[in-house]
C-alpha cells in the first residue's frame, strides 16, 4: 500500500505496460510498415496507363504517409503508455523498499521498448 493508502502492485503495471501496451506499440509499426512496403512496387509508370490516373496517385500517396505517420505517432503513444507503466512500478518498488533485482528486471523491460 502507497503512502496515499491506496493499493497497488507493480507487477499488475508491468503486466499491462509487457502485455498489452508494448504489443500495440509493435503492431501499429507493423502496419505502417506493411502499407508502405504493400506500395514499394507500385511506380510511377504503373499509374500512367490511365488520364487522370497521376491525380490519384498524388492522393494514394498523400493518404498513405498520412496514415503511416497516424500508425507511427500511435506506436509512439502507447510505447509511452508502457514506459509510464513501468516507470510507476519502479518508483512503487523504489518507494517500499523492494529488491535490486525487480528494480533491475524493470530496468531491463524499459530498455527493451
Known amino acids: 500500500m502507497s503512502e496515499t493508502g491506496v493499493e497497488w502492485d507493480a507487477d499488475d503495471l ?9 504489443p500495440w506499440s509493435d503492431r501499429l ?3 505502417g510498415e506493411a502499407a508502405t ?9 504503373d ?10 496517385r498524388v492522393a494514394f500517396e498523400t ?3 498520412q496514415v503511416t ?3 507511427g505517432e500511435g506506436a509512439e503513444v502507447m510505447e509511452g503508455i508502457a514506459r509510464t507503466l513501468l516507470g510507476t512500478a519502479a518508483d512503487y518498488v523504489e518507494a517500499e523498499e523492494g529488491s535490486t533485482a525487480e528494480l533491475a528486471e524493470i530496468q531491463a523491460e524499459l530498455e527493451g521498448l
Open 37 to 45: 512496403a504493400a506500395y514499394a512496387p507500385v511506380t510511377t509508370q
Open 63 to 65: 493518404f498513405l504517409g
Open 14 to 22: 508491468r503486466a499491462d505496460a509487457t502485455d498489452h501496451w508494448d
Open 69 to 71: 505517420g497516424f500508425l
Open 29 to 31: 509499426r507493423g502496419y
Open 47 to 56: 499509374w500512367s496507363l490511365i488520364p487522370g490516373a497521376q491525380d490519384v
